[in-house]
T-cell receptor, first 116, second 115 residues
Framework: AQSVTQLGSHVSVSEGALVLLRCNYS??????LFWYVQYPNQGLQLLLK??????LVKGINGFEAEFKKSETSFHLTKPSAHMSDAAEYFCAVSGNRDTGRRALTFGSGTRLQVQP | KAGVTQTPRYLIKTRGQQVTLSCSPI?????VSWYQQTPGQGLQFLFEYFSETQRNKGNFPGRFSGRQFSNSRSEMNVSTLELGDSALYLC??????????????FGEGSWLTVV
């Protein structure tokens, strides 16, 4: 079964500092990986996704993530945090053509707080 | 292009009642999936529909059901509501689903409170 672990339910950074949100996955085959952001009282918005094309994936709002198969990780980073980045971030995994698994399995989420 | 639209946004129901939530996918999208979000269990997959057929189902009791219409609009129903059904119910749509890594687009959700 596929699973996702997000280390740190809460992360606090200063404005302008590096943002690093950790995600590790468990899968018997290389999966598809996603990062979503959720602002208060809103749905989920896709930040970026990995579908085996390139290991370094660039997303919206200056975020990027690197797929590391040897570490089974897909950590999300942003060089300089902005106040508007304060939100909850979810890492998710879905299957590929081999597994046929269609649904997304989400991590428990990381709430990012940005201090002025 | 209009996004995924969910109605109602907020509703309060009494334990034992039933509820129907509606979802209109992005135009041209044929796959609709539903997720439940709670503070305790996080985001959990309920089911996915494609071309009016349920393709995948999560680990939820039979009180949770859904359907998809020929115009791809979807509804989910929860019967005999329990307090633990209080949650944000998110609908998502995609052109053909997530099996090929296609992006799924989420609506803003329906907040259900069971009292």
């Amino acid at each position: 079964a596929q699973s996702v672990t997000q280390l740190g339910s809460h992360v606090s950074v200063s404005e302008g500092a590096l943002v690093l949100l950790r995600c590790n996955y468990s899968s018997s085959v290389p999966p598809y990986l996603f990062w979503y952001v959720q602002y208060p009282n809103q749905g989920l918005q896709l930040l970026l996704k990995y579908t085996s094309a390139a290991t370094l994936v660039k997303g919206i709002n200056g975020f990027e993530a690197e797929f590391k198969k040897s570490e089974t990780s897909f950590h999300l980073t942003k060089p300089s945090a902005h106040m508007s980045d304060a939100a909850e971030y979810f890492c998710a995994v879905s299957g590929n053509r081999d597994t046929g698994r269609r649904a997304l399995t989400f991590g428990s989420g990381t709430r990012l707080q940005v201090q002025p | 292009k209009a996004g995924v639209t969910q109605t109602p946004r907020y509703l309060i129901k009494t334990r034992g009642q039933q509820v129907t939530l509606s979802c209109s996918p992005i135009s041209g999208h044929r796959s609709v999936s539903w997720y439940q979000q709670t503070p305790g269990q996080g985001l959990q997959f309920l089911f996915e529909y494609f071309s009016e057929t349920q393709r995948n189902k999560g680990n939820f009791p039979g009180r949770f059901s859904g359907r998809q219409f020929s115009n791809s609009r979807s509804e989910m129903n929860v019967s005999t509501l329990e307090l633990g059904d209080s949650a944000l119910y998110l609908c998502a749509s995609s052109p053909i689903g997530t099996v090929s890594g296609n992006t799924i687009y989420f609506g803003e959700g329906s907040w259900l409170t069971v009292v």
